[in-house]
């Protein structure tokens, strides 16, 4: 049986008072990493991070550094054929899992940014870390789920 992964609590700015932004933000919640150390393992992985703090992430980005991290990243399919109308929104798809299976992690991508749900725990860089019923952000669609395991 799995065990709810303990998301640690990035703080939502940096010390010169820039916003993190939501895929820094999911690495730090996964791997209780400073941002510093967090960049310089994307750098390792082989990804520009002067482009990316600038632009953000993407989602083969994330699962590069998280692979590289040593955790996996599995792909969970939605039926929504890539078009963004018929895409769940993120208040169905709690209700849908509600009971089944929270033991897990996922890496929830929206439109243009990034969740965190491990078991009832959210996570994202604007409400940081807080039960899932009291989540923002209930109504954008959900493009892709990313379920995460390993360390």
Request: net charge positive.
């Amino acid at each position: 049986m799995a065990i709810t992964r303990k998301l640690f609590r990035p703080p939502l700015k940096l010390e010169d008072g820039t916003r993190l932004m939501c895929g820094d933000h999911a690495l730090m919640a996964l791997t209780g990493k400073t941002p510093e150390q967090c960049w310089r393992s994307m750098a390792n992985a082989g990804i520009d991070i002067k482009v990316s703090l600038r632009t953000g992430l993407y989602l083969h980005e994330i699962v590069t550094c998280l692979n590289h991290m040593g955790f996996s990243a599995k792909r969970i399919f939605i039926n929504h054929l890539y078009d963004g109308s018929k895409a769940p929104t993120f208040a169905k798809w709690i209700r849908e899992r509600r009971g089944l299976e929270t033991k897990k992690t996922y890496l929830l991508m929206t439109t243009n940014h990034f969740m965190l749900v491990s078991g009832n725990m959210f996570s994202d860089n604007h409400a940081g870390q807080c039960h899932i019923d009291d989540a923002p952000h209930k109504r954008s669609r959900i493009l892709q789920v990313m379920e995460i395991r390993g360390k």
